[in-house]
């Protein structure tokens, strides 16, 4: 027996005792790759499949600024939804906390005409808020976070539609003289393409909300490998009880992870808002499905401890692309979330060394000639 091996995929974690040598464990190494080999490998699928259907169409800057954008809200999401899941929950709610924040965001600019500086902090508090509940709920109240969470996913959609009568606000709020008013013509900014550091550099530009889905996954990849924080998310979700003998406050951790979450779906509220020049009470449905599985094609383990900020950037890519690609290709809708789907699965196939482990031996065994 070799000695206790560290896992790549997140600092301060230690694998049980492992055997080296052995096939399942040459593969759960790989797969715990930061960003693992899966999700590599995944996008470059795509983005082959891009080139052999569509070619120059699909690599014109303006088509991956576009997809990139249509996305950027879900990818922060799953940013939001990689710290819960490394903790050993789930989040189900990120879609309607993000459609509240979004009608918010809405509501405040139409009928208050605030500023978006100061509508963008406070949704991100009413976010956090929201998340609060969740976490409080399952470690307060000790409610599986897939019950809590399918909870208030209706309880944060009624509130959406209660306070918009079921009707859609616009965030483009036009003048008397026929032009957008200043507040609104801000807000606008937040989804669309404009003055940027990029302007110039690259074409047109580059989507607000792809600057900021990068730079939160690039703050969020620094709090987990570099804080004691990240090293306490990965403790926790990697085994409880260990954690909570070696001091790790496990409570405030699992609180704190979904605070974050409920704030980073504040976040994305305003920016959804704007890219679609209006709150919608529907928004955001489907949007949970699609942050669990940026994080699960990106190798993260839904039972926790497991996976990378940089893996889940690389799954949001590759979703991104992939509804680029079967747009493209004029792909029907139900086409679409069944090809998802299919990917999901395989991801999660790939995460378990022992189903591959056994499916080579029986290869072999088949192929094997009889002595």
């Not at 509240?100 to 208050?112: C, D, W």
Request: glycine content about 12%; aromatic content about 6%; charged content about 10%.
């Amino acid at each position: 027996m070799s000695e206790p091996t560290r896992d790549s995929s997140g600092p301060g974690t230690e694998l049980p005792t492992l055997v080296q040598n052995q096939p399942r464990e040459r593969w759960a190494r790989v797969l715990a790759a930061p960003g693992s080999l899966q999700g590599y490998i995944g996008l470059a699928l795509v983005v082959i499949a891009g080139i052999a259907t569509k070619g120059t169409t699909f690599l014109d800057q303006g088509n991956l600024t576009n997809a990139v954008g249509a996305f950027a809200s879900r990818g922060i999401l799953a940013i939001g939804q990689t710290l819960v899941i490394l903790a050993a929950g789930i989040d189900l709610s990120v879609g309607s906390m993000l459609a509240l924040a979004s009608m918010a965001s809405a509501m405040m600019l139409a009928r208050a005409d605030m500023p978006p500086l100061l509508i963008l902090p406070l949704c991100m508090v009413v976010g956090a808020a929201m998340g609060f509940v969740n976490g409080a709920g399952t470690t307060w109240l000790r409610i599986q976070p897939f019950v809590m969470t399918l909870a208030t996913l209706s309880i944060f959609r009624g509130i959406d539609r209660h306070i918009s009568d079921n009707v859609s606000v616009g965030t483009e709020i036009v003048t008397e003289s026929g032009e957008l008013s200043p507040h609104s013509e801000q807000f606008q900014l937040f989804g669309t393409p404009g003055r940027n550091l990029f302007e110039g550099v690259l074409g047109a530009g580059v989507y607000y909300p792809v600057l900021a889905f990068v730079v939160v996954a690039i703050v969020f990849h620094l709090v987990l490998t570099k804080t004691r924080f990240g090293r306490h998310i990965y403790a926790v979700g990697g085994n409880e009880t260990a954690a909570r003998l070696s001091g790790v406050n496990v409570a405030a951790v699992r609180i704190a992870v979904f605070t974050l979450c409920g704030m980073l779906a504040g976040f994305a509220g305003p920016i959804d808002a704007a890219y679609s020049s209006q709150a919608d009470p529907q928004a955001g449905q489907m949007y949970e499905l699609d942050a669990i599985a940026a994080c699960v094609i990106g190798g993260a383990a839904l039972q926790g401890g497991r996976g990378s900020m940089v893996g889940t950037f690389v799954g949001a890519l590759i979703l991104t692309l992939l509804d680029n690609v079967l747009g493209l290709n004029a792909v029907s809708d139900n086409m679409q979330l069944i090809i998802k789907g299919c990917i999901v699965v395989v991801a999660v196939v790939l995460q378990r060394p022992d189903l591959i482990s056994s499916a080579v031996a029986t290869v072999r065994r088949l192929v094997r000639p009889a002595s």
